[in-house]
């Protein structure tokens, strides 16, 4: 395999590389091939302090009005969130920026915190149709469940009516860094929106995590366990999702360079028990590198945090970066409420074509 063209070989396809036909001298060069092709999205928390301009975006009063209007028509037609349609909510002016917004997203940090400034005057249902609507801007809405949470899902303490222990958005916990069904799903979710109806008392703040600073620390300080994170390991599905084709863990590497982009899928609580429900155990070695990564993903200096105030939608990349919570008190008025949103890009590579999706994912 020459050098120059490894992210137009065969093997650096839909499918990605592991570390099966990764040399630690490729995993370098890849490493900084998405390096410069993607500059802004290795940083840690001293590149985010002078870059609150484009970490922050306020709704102008252009789209402020849109917004009303729309919500006008939604009551007038008494409009749920399972009836709504985008012909119903339109956002001309906020499709005009769209494109800022998604470069933000694919090419820059990879995450923006949209300022709404709309939650105290709006119905809780009328919110969760105002965050699908502006989402639905970033992309297609996908399900989050086999027959329910079509829309979106709530992200709330719901106490003893999570069974899932995987379902830590269920509940009250800390939530440590993982990526949205991207252990899960052939095609997870490229984007990623948390849109906050209530904040909680005390604690709840959310973090974000760049896959590229990840790697690079890993090359930094322990360049001998590279290769185990390009190794597939099974992830534990959730109980709402059940494949029988496919058995009860899906595989898949922690990082992997596909379509010439850095990777990253993780969720610690899904690797364990998946690895040994398919009959391999965590190793010692395999321990140590993901004890390892848990600490990386822990650093302070290598994290976005914020605490959500009700009306913020946090919009962040999915696939090349990871985000956590932490813990919350429910306190006096409820407790911390977002609204959670999945998007499918369609504005890059095979979009949301089915056609196009069938031939990237199994081939012409």
Same mark, same amino acid.
């Given at each position: ?81 399972? =009836? +709504? ?5 339109? #956002?001309? &002016?906020?499709?005009? /920026?769209? %494109?800022? $917004? ?104 959310? =973090? +974000? ?5 990840? #790697?690079? &620390?890993?090359?930094? /300080?322990? %360049?001998? $366990? ?139």
């Amino acid at each position: 395999m020459q050098k120059e063209s490894l992210s137009s070989s065969p093997d650096f396809d839909a499918n990605g590389m592991t570390a099966t036909c990764l040399s630690h001298e490729e995993i370098v060069e890849l490493h900084n091939q998405t390096k410069k092709k993607w500059p802004g999205r290795c940083w840690g928390d001293k590149d985010l302090a002078a870059k609150s301009g484009i970490i922050h975006f306020h709704l102008s009063s252009q789209v402020r009005d849109e917004i009303i209007g729309s919500l006008k028509f939604v009551r007038a037609n008494s409009l749920k969130l399972n =009836t +709504i349609t985008q012909e119903d909510f339109r #956002l001309p &002016t906020l499709a005009r /920026e769209m %494109p800022e $917004l998604r470069q933000r997203l694919d090419q820059g940090l990879g995450f923006v915190v949209i300022h709404t400034d709309l939650a105290e005057t709006l119905s809780e249902q009328e919110f969760e149709i105002l965050g699908w609507a502006i989402c639905n801007y970033f992309g297609q809405i996908m399900r989050q469940g086999i027959d329910h949470d079509l829309r979106l899902f709530t992200v709330a303490d719901k106490g003893e009516a999570n069974s899932d222990p995987t379902r830590i958005g269920a509940s009250a916990k800390r939530s440590a860094k993982h990526s949205d069904n991207g252990c899960l799903e052939p095609r997870p979710p490229c984007y990623l929106g948390l849109f906050c109806y209530q904040s909680s008392d005390q604690g709840g703040e959310s =973090t +974000i995590i760049s896959a590229q600073s990840i #790697l690079r &620390t890993i090359m930094n /300080e322990r %360049p001998d $366990l590279l290769s185990h994170y390009f190794q597939t390991y099974h992830f534990r599905a959730p109980q709402s999702h059940v494949w029988p084709s496919k058995g009860p863990t899906i595989q898949k590497p922690i990082l992997e360079f596909k379509n010439g982009e850095l990777m990253v899928h993780y969720a610690r609580i899904m690797i364990t028990p998946g690895m040994e429900m398919a009959g391999e155990p965590l190793s010692p070695i395999q321990i140590e590198a993901l004890d390892f990564l848990d600490e990386v993903l822990e650093r302070p200096e290598l994290n976005f945090k914020t605490l959500l105030r009700p009306g913020d939608l946090l919009v962040m990349n999915n696939l090349a970066f990871l985000h956590g919570r932490e813990e919350f008190s429910p306190g006096s008025t409820g407790g911390r409420n977002l609204k959670r949103y999945w998007m499918w890009r369609r504005h890059m590579g095979p979009g949301t074509d089915p056609v196009l999706l069938d031939l990237a994912e199994f081939g012409s």
